[in-house]
């Protein structure tokens, strides 16, 4: 069974940096692509952020480019996201997700709290 666990959110002022990292236990962690979603406050979709493919290929959104970096290490079943000069506009919960390159499966962590405040 496949868990992810995410951690590193907190409050942070505008122009602040976290990095935010996600521990997989299970599956078939260098095969999965892993992305990084939020959901900001009163929003009921979750907004793909950043993925990476299981070749590190990377994208980003356009709201986010240059300001966030995905990058992964398969031997620590990590994914990570670097934030910088954080909005108040990126406050959100973030969600890493684990999934498949066809979509078969898909699995969600728990989720952590960004809040970007003065």
């Known amino acids: 069974q496949v868990q992810l666990v995410e951690s590193g959110g907190g409050l942070v002022q505008p122009g602040g940096s976290l990095r935010l990292s996600c521990a997989a236990s299970g599956g078939d962690f260098s095969s999965a692509a892993m992305g990084w979603y939020r959901q900001a406050p009163g929003k009921q979709q979750r907004e793909l952020v950043a993925h990476i493919t299981m070749r590190g290929a990377t994208w980003t959104t356009d709201s986010v480019k240059g300001r966030f970096t995905i990058s992964r290490d398969n031997t620590k079943k990590m994914v990570y996201l670097q934030m910088n000069n954080l909005k108040p506009e990126d406050t959100a919960i973030y969600y890493c997700?684990?999934?498949?390159?066809?979509?078969?499966?898909?699995?969600w962590g728990q989720g952590t709290q960004v809040t970007v405040s003065s």
């Open positions: 997700k684990m999934y498949s390159s066809d979509d078969s499966y898909e699995f």
